[in-house]
């Protein structure tokens, strides 16, 4: 009795954890990331986060939502009075726009301006839930209609890695003055990715049923549909240039899921690049030398006049 007591002690604290853990825990993972400056992650670059370290000229600016989240921003300049054109940059999940400032001074010294982007719930931008381009998306509409109004005429194109990739095919989609995109290291379904970033969590369990449960809950604290959030659906809209770029050991991301972006895309301009060994956050560091000649010589043909 006293065994089987035990065991019903054990099963009952276990079924309690799990519930909470599936009910409270798991839906605010992906939706309420966590919220870093570049305080926080100064380990991230080699040169660390400061723009004087990369000779970098930067202006900090604020631009506000349609649904009245302020968000942060920094304008780069480019290493010549008159830019060819602005890039956007935009960070991975639990990053920071100074995450983007080694891309930042590789786009100044090909001639190009960029604006580095706090998404919201992200670095110093307001905001409480990530929404996975949802929101995001129509935000990044915010940031063109900023730059029309400050740099009237000048050609725009967008540039994310990891979530960011996923936010800039979706404001692609919804907005046409990105004449171009580099999109690097995204998913293509939002459900597909967090079953694999669920997996972590749960042993390695992957589970539809219980993930398209915990998504649901997530939705309905963060108020927005999960299954809008698709890039997948994005890229079979977008015709303009695209540049894809995904490493083959990507454990996060599997490359797998990039490619299937750019496999719908339409853009007949479209091109596939993949880092041999490259995994979720060291492409650059891997192939530093080739991806810029990449990113470089795609936006030089591109988008330069």
Same mark, same amino acid.
Request: hydrophobic share 40%; with cysteine.
């Given at each position: 009795m006293?065994?089987l007591?035990?065991?019903?002690i054990?099963?009952a604290?276990?079924?309690?954890?799990?519930?909470?853990?599936?009910?409270?825990? !798991?839906?605010y993972v992906g939706?309420?990331?966590? @919220?870093r400056? +570049?305080?926080?992650m100064?380990w991230a670059?080699?040169?660390?986060?400061?723009?004087d370290?990369y000779a970098?000229k930067?202006?900090?600016?604020?631009?506000?939502t349609?649904?009245?989240?302020?968000?942060?921003?920094?304008?780069?300049?480019?290493y010549r009075?008159?830019?060819?054109?602005?890039i956007?940059?935009i960070?991975?999940?639990?990053?920071?726009?100074?995450?983007?400032?080694?891309?930042? $001074?590789?786009?100044?010294e090909a001639?190009?301006?960029?604006l !580095?982007?706090d998404? @919201? +719930?992200?670095?110093?931008?307001?905001g409480?839930?990530c929404?996975?381009g949802v929101?995001?998306?129509?935000d990044?509409?915010?940031?063109?209609?900023?730059?029309e109004r400050?740099?009237?005429?000048?050609?725009?194109?967008?540039?994310?890695?990891? !979530?960011?990739?996923?936010?800039?095919? $979706?404001a692609m989609?919804?907005?046409p003055r990105?004449? #171009?995109?580099? #999109?690097?290291s995204t998913?293509?379904?939002?459900?597909?990715? +967090?079953?694999e970033?669920?997996?972590?969590?749960?042993?390695?369990?992957?589970?539809?049923w !219980?993930?398209?449960?915990?998504?649901?809950?997530?939705?309905?604290?963060?108020?927005?549909d999960?299954?809008?959030?698709?890039?997948?659906?994005?890229?079979r $809209?977008?015709? @303009?240039?695209v540049?894809f770029?995904?490493?083959?050991?990507?454990?996060r991301?599997?490359?797998?899921?990039?490619?299937?972006?750019?496999e719908v895309?339409?853009a007949?301009?479209k091109?596939?690049?993949?880092?041999?060994?490259?995994?979720h956050?060291?492409?650059w560091r891997?192939e530093?030398?080739?991806?810029? @000649?990449?990113?470089?010589g795609?936006l030089?043909?591109?988008l330069?006049?």
């Open positions: 006293k065994i007591r035990n065991s019903l054990v099963v604290i276990l079924s309690i954890g799990g519930y909470y853990l599936v009910e409270k825990v !798991l839906p939706i309420k990331p966590m @919220r400056t +570049a305080a926080d100064n670059l080699p040169k660390g986060l400061n723009p370290s970098l930067t202006q900090k600016i604020s631009l506000f349609p649904d009245s989240i302020q968000l942060c921003a920094l304008l780069v300049s480019a009075d008159t830019p060819l054109a602005t956007v940059l960070h991975g999940i639990s990053g920071c726009k100074e995450t983007q400032l080694e891309r930042a $001074q590789v786009l100044a001639g190009y301006a960029s !580095l982007l998404l @919201r +719930a992200h670095g110093e931008s307001e409480v839930y929404t996975f929101k995001e998306k129509n990044l509409r915010v940031v063109a209609d900023t730059l400050r740099f009237p005429k000048q050609k725009l194109g967008i540039w994310g890695a990891s !979530l960011g990739g996923a936010v800039a095919l $979706q989609e919804v907005e990105y004449q #171009i995109g580099i #999109i690097e998913f293509d379904e939002y459900e597909k990715v +967090a079953m970033y669920g997996a972590q969590w749960l042993f390695g369990l992957r589970s539809a !219980l993930t398209a449960h915990i998504l649901e809950k997530s939705g309905e604290i963060a108020h927005f999960p299954e809008m959030a698709m890039p997948v659906a994005a890229a $809209q977008i015709e @303009r240039p540049l770029i995904h490493g083959d050991r990507d454990a991301i599997p490359m797998s899921f990039g490619k299937n972006n750019f895309c339409p007949p301009t091109k596939w690049y993949r880092v041999h060994g490259g995994g956050n060291n492409l891997k530093y030398e080739a991806l810029k @000649r990449e990113t470089v795609f030089q043909q591109h330069t006049p």
